[in-house]
Each structure stands twice: as C-alpha cells, then as structure tokens.
C-alpha cells in the first residue's frame, strides 16, 4: 500500500490552500481554443446567469482578482469622497487591506464600531449614523460594512444583519458585505446566498472564492441596478477588468456549481469544529469566542506555541495579545491533520 500522506501542518490561513480539482479543470476547459476578451465570453455569460440562480434574483458580476480590490471597488461606489465607511473595529477594510478601500474611494474614512466577537453591536451602530450628520467640518456616515463570517471565526445571524442593515438604510447609508468567507458563514447558518444578502438588506457583495478553492478569483456581486456603470467604469479604472476575464470567471462558476463552495466550506467548518472539541481538553488551553466558521482563537501557554513551532506547524501567535493564538481550516485539511496537531498538543502539555 503507498504511504500517506504527511500530515499538513499549516493552519495560518485558508489561503495556503491550493485549488479545488473542479476549479483546476475548469481552467484547463477554459484554456481550448479562443475566447472574446474583457469578459465579452461564454463563460463570464454563464457566471452571470449561475449567479442570478444562487442568489434568486438579476444581479451585476464583476470578477476581480483579490478581496482587497473586490472591497475598495465596491466600497468607492457608495461613499462620497468625504463620506465615512462603518465597519466593526476589527474588520479587515481597516486592519489588513493597507487603506485600499480609502485609495479607492478617494479618501473616504473608516469608522470603527465596538462589539462583541467582531460583530458590530447595534446600539453603537445607532450612535455613529447619528455623528455629526449634515457638520461640514466632519465626514458623513454613507456605508456600512459588515463581515460575514467576521475576523474571529464568529458569524451574525440573519436577524442581527436585518438589524443592522435596517439601521443603516433608516439613516440613508448603504450596506455593503465583506464575504471574504462568504460560504463558511452560509454553511454555518444553513440559510440561502439570498436570505443572507439582499433578502436582508444587503446592497454590495464581495463574493469571496480564493480562501474556498479558487485561485486568485473573487468577485463583486450588486444587487443594486443603478450601481452598474459606476462599478463598471470602476472595476476598469481599479485595474480588475482583466483580458482574459474568462479564466476567473470560468473558475467561480465552477465553484459555484454542484454545491463544490459549500461543500469545500462545511468540511473547513467541520475541521475546526473538530479541532475546537480536542483543544478544550488540553490543560492550560482555552478557547476564546464564538467558533461558527473555520477560524480559531485560543490562548496558549508560550511554551506550547514554542514546541508547536519547533515541530513545524504554523500559525499566527505574534499579531494579537500575549498567547494569543489564531488556527484556520482549510478545504484541504483532513481529520487526520487535526489529529495530528491534537496529539501534539497533547504530548506538549503532558511534560
């Protein structure tokens, strides 16, 4: 019998995963013959029209080739200049994306808001559509961005987006969704693309793929008719509307048929969760938050993140408080993975 497989030992980010089979032999598909260029083929028509099946209803598409660009687009196009984006204090618009969304949107501002396990808490929210309105010394609250599933691996539930989202659109702001992590929130809450969308009052999308399966491919989704040409001209102007558009779009479409996205984000899901169920058995660890999707958050004693990383895996421990650590699924980790770490973990504590 051949060996096994060594066992994976990076839990950094979703993103060291590779690309889902299905994804990788639709790009080899797309590659035969010619294609119309700027997203004029056959395979962007038919993103679209599997995109208006997923989400029951008409909408815009727009492939980009990162979350970052698929944020700061679609961002720019419902903030004025001197307008300001809502967001929770944690959200990656403002921690991780370099002021992306403030380039694109010509230097629009990000407000952050307080609340528990990066969900933005509604009272705060009430408070900031409030701020100053109509002071032309001050930015005006035009946007809010909600992260869904957020940056903790905690995910809202369908109330608590209609919340906030009426909040938001009772003040005249729009409502935008980070869905870095869209599927792995979907599958959490076993709800439609549509219920968590613009059922509940969301106007933009950042449809996230590339962390799922995809290879540098992601896209924006509007439900929202009259935002068409303004993402068009911004899509173009924030150098996203590639030549060979149909090796993205060809790629979502392909995730998004036969169920492969929420397949590939139930078992990331199911990874952590098992993952969490092992940790909390380990002496001197101790789960912090809420885990609903493929992200982790625990404290360890600093000799264990030291013999962890002195046995190769891989994680991110320096970036948050002392001890804090952060371990994120993937598609591609099995259970014989997290068994992995697990007895590792228990070996460590046990000297």
């Known amino acids: 019998m051949p060996d096994s497989p060594a066992p994976l030992r990076g839990y950094l980010s979703d993103n060291a995963a590779g690309g889902a089979p299905e994804i990788l032999a639709a790009v080899t598909a797309a590659s035969s013959g010619l294609a119309a260029p700027y997203g004029n083929d056959e395979h962007s028509r038919a993103l679209v029209a599997k995109v208006a099946d997923v989400f029951e209803r008409p909408a815009d598409v727009f492939a980009v080739g990162t979350g970052s660009a698929a944020n700061g687009i679609a961002i720019a196009a419902l903030t004025p200049p001197w307008g300001s984006v809502l967001g929770h204090r944690t959200a990656h618009i403002d921690t991780d994306e370099a002021g992306a969304p403030e380039f694109f949107a010509d230097g629009a501002k990000i407000v952050g808001l307080d609340g528990a396990d990066s969900r933005i808490d509604p009272d705060a929210l009430r408070a900031a559509v409030a701020r100053r309105r109509g002071d032309v010394h001050s930015v005006q609250p035009s946007v809010l961005s909600i992260t869904q599933a957020t940056e903790s691996g905690s995910v809202y ?53 590339t962390k799922n399966g995809a290879l540098t491919a992601d896209a924006i989704i509007s439900f929202d008719p009259a935002l068409r040409t303004e993402l068009s001209y911004r899509h173009k102007r924030g150098g996203q509307l590639t030549s060979k558009m149909r090796f993205q779009t060809a790629q979502l479409h392909a995730y998004l048929t036969d169920d492969l996205w929420l397949r590939n984000a139930r078992h990331a899901n199911a990874m952590a969760a098992r993952l969490r169920e092992g940790l909390a058995q380990a002496p001197g660890v101790r789960i912090l938050g809420d885990l609903a ?11 264990l993140i030291a013999g962890l990383l002195d046995r190769g895996y891989g994680f991110y421990h320096d970036r948050w408080a002392p001890g804090t650590v952060r371990l994120v699924t993937s598609f591609v980790h099995r259970e014989n993975d997290i068994d992995d770490l697990l007895a590792a973990v228990a070996d460590l504590t046990r000297r």
């Not at 969704?177 to 869209?182: C, N, Q």
């Not at 599927?183 to 793929?209: C, K, P, Q």
């Not at 999707?293 to 000799?303: Q, S």
Request: net charge negative.
């Open 157 to 209: 539930g369908l109330d608590e987006i209609r919340e906030l989202s009426r909040i938001a659109h009772d003040a005249g702001l729009r409502v935008h969704m980070d869905g870095a992590r869209f599927a792995n929130a979907l599958v959490a809450l076993d709800v439609t693309a549509a219920e968590m969308t613009w059922r509940s009052g969301i106007d933009v999308l950042s449809f996230g793929a």
């Open 293 to 303: 999707a493929n992200i982790l958050f625990c404290h360890f004693p600093e000799d």
